[in-house]
């Protein structure tokens, strides 16, 4: 570990660079702790900016330039984390990657991105260096001290530290990949100001405080526990208690130790699985976030029956940061997403992007500060996601209450269009999640001769109840509840439903897997 009283380097000129930020906080609290990994090492803030600040000066002595990019497959840990902070640092452009990629699936970002530098574990070295020579990437690094090429040998040999390259509020910090579901995956870049202008505004509405400890189980290379969890947490000079994944053992042991956990719906179902989870784990907890996918108002309601804590629902985007949030004071309504952040302006338009009433469905659009500067490389793909007024098309579709607060009902690209009707799946999986027995549900349009799409429900069933049980008692609540031209035509029951890392149900591949549901029939 590099010592944690190398200076810092700071810069003789204004700069908008976001290290410049977490650096005046680092800079009064060095000997904080920063990182505790729970059985492993603790470091501090002091700790961490220096190894940063070494990282950085390597990566330049490398070859790197402000503005190459820097792609990165690392699993989570310390030096994760101080690799990031030296891409901002060193004005390099961060580029992490979902560690379940293929090397396949890593050629194409190397291809794309085409960056100067490539890190991975001393693990995978053999199977990805290969791939970044293919791809013309000059220089490659592991994370670790095995192997040959190793970033922590090559920063523990720095003599002189370079200082913090400065940064225009609108220059790029980062660039996140989208999951690709819809087609090609599509490089988000996000500028120093949108992280900073997100970050800030959450740390305030979230009402952070000193001696608030975070929870952390989420993987790295996704904006929800890079950005929103770890960023928040430095800006607000936080311990963060790191777990290398989620665990529900771990997770309870660590609880009693934390202020702070922010999570996935995912999180919150497992915990409930655990019989002997309740409110005697969440004592010192002041709030539970979730995002990154829906909440059924099932899990949302047990988890406040069984710990008397009420989770706080938002939603955000690569693309966006987060959007909106239930308000850390007052009610939180199960289903809900709450409202805009500060300087964020949101709407609710029609396919001619006209505002429309509070209550009506439509398209969410979303402006400010906070955007994204564009699809790397892809101009004419950025063109068609921004109105002529400046609103992102975020896709995604909902209503706004009288006060402003927001319900999503679904994805465009998810509304399905049964004989001449447009359907939102949201409110057909709202129906059956309330039945007895239903743990979760997931509605997509299959191709139907008849009707076009055909309204198909996917159905994971508690293993206390037969399928021809829960298939009784979804008929007599969908005949109650939704209209007939709603109803599913077709129940599959499955034992889970498909999804990606961060929880979000895969919906593109239930309509590639069953596309022949009806058609074959």
């Not at 070859?63 to 901002?88: F, H, M, T, W």
């Not at 922010?262 to 976030?289: H, K, Q, S, W």
């Not at 076009?452 to 293993?463: I, L, P, Q, R, S």
């Amino acid at each position: 570990m590099i010592r944690s009283d190398t200076k810092r380097g700071t810069s003789p000129t204004l700069s908008h660079n976001i290290y410049e930020l977490f650096a005046t906080k680092f800079d009064q609290f060095r000997e904080h702790p920063f990182l505790t990994v729970p059985g492993g090492p603790r470091v501090s803030y002091g700790e961490v900016d220096a190894l940063a600040a070494a990282f950085a000066t390597s990566l330049g002595e490398a070859g790197a330039e402000p503005g190459d990019r820097v792609v990165v497959q690392v699993e989570k840990s310390i030096n994760a984390v101080a690799l990031y902070l030296a891409c901002l640092r060193g004005g390099f452009i961060y580029i992490p990657l979902n560690t379940a990629y293929t090397p396949e699936e890593v050629g194409f970002f190397l291809g794309d991105a085409t960056p100067s530098i490539m890190v991975f574990p001393s693990s995978r070295a053999d199977k990805l260096r290969p791939v970044a020579e293919l791809a013309g990437v000059a220089t490659t690094f592991t994370l670790d001290e095995d192997g040959t090429g190793s970033l922590v040998d090559a920063a523990e040999a720095v003599e002189n530290i370079a200082g913090v390259v400065p940064r225009e509020a609108d220059d790029v910090a980062c660039i996140l990949y989208t999951s690709g579901t819809t087609g090609r995956s599509k490089g988000a870049m996000l500028t120093h100001q949108g992280i900073a202008v997100n970050g800030t505004a959450l740390h305030s509405i979230w009402r952070f405080r000193q001696g608030d400890v975070l929870l952390h189980a989420l993987p790295i290379f996704h904006v929800h526990g890079l950005f929103i969890a770890l960023n928040v947490a430095m800006l607000n000079v936080s311990e963060v208690l790191f777990l290398p994944t989620f665990d529900v053992h771990n997770v309870r042991a660590q609880l009693p130790h934390a202020t702070v956990m922010m999570g996935v719906p995912t999180f919150y179902t497992r915990l409930l699985n655990d019989p002997e989870f309740g409110g005697a784990d969440c004592v010192t907890i002041r709030m539970f976030t979730s995002g990154s996918a829906p909440m059924t108002e099932t899990v949302f309601n047990q988890f406040n029956e069984r710990t008397g804590h009420t989770i706080c629902e938002r939603y955000g985007m690569t693309e966006c940061g987060i959007i909106t949030s239930n308000p850390p004071e007052g009610e939180r309504i199960a289903g809900t997403v709450g409202f805009a952040l500060p300087q964020m302006e949101m709407r609710v338009v029609d396919k001619d992007d006209e505002i429309l009433p509070s209550g009506e469905v439509g398209q969410v659009q979303v402006r400010g500060p906070h955007l994204f500067a564009g699809y790397w490389q892809l101009s004419h793909i950025t063109a068609d996601a921004l109105t002529a007024d400046g609103f992102f098309r975020t896709g995604d579709l909902g209503f706004a209450d009288d006060d402003g607060r927001l319900t999503l009902v679904g994805r465009t690209s998810d509304m399905i269009i049964s004989g001449g009707y447009n359907v939102y799946p949201k409110e057909v999986e709202l129906a059956l999640d309330q039945v007895s027995g239903v743990v979760e549900s997931a509605v997509v349009g299959l191709p139907h001769p008849d009707f076009g799409e055909g309204v198909t429900a996917f159905v994971v069933v508690d293993a206390s109840f037969t399928d021809e049980m829960i298939e009784e008692s979804i008929s007599k609540t969908i005949e109650d509840q939704v209209a007939r031209f709603k109803q599913p035509k077709h129940y599959v029951f499955v034992d889970e439903l498909p999804r990606n890392a961060m929880g979000k149900v895969q919906k593109a591949q239930l309509r590639a897997n069953f596309a022949e549901l009806y058609t074959s029939e």
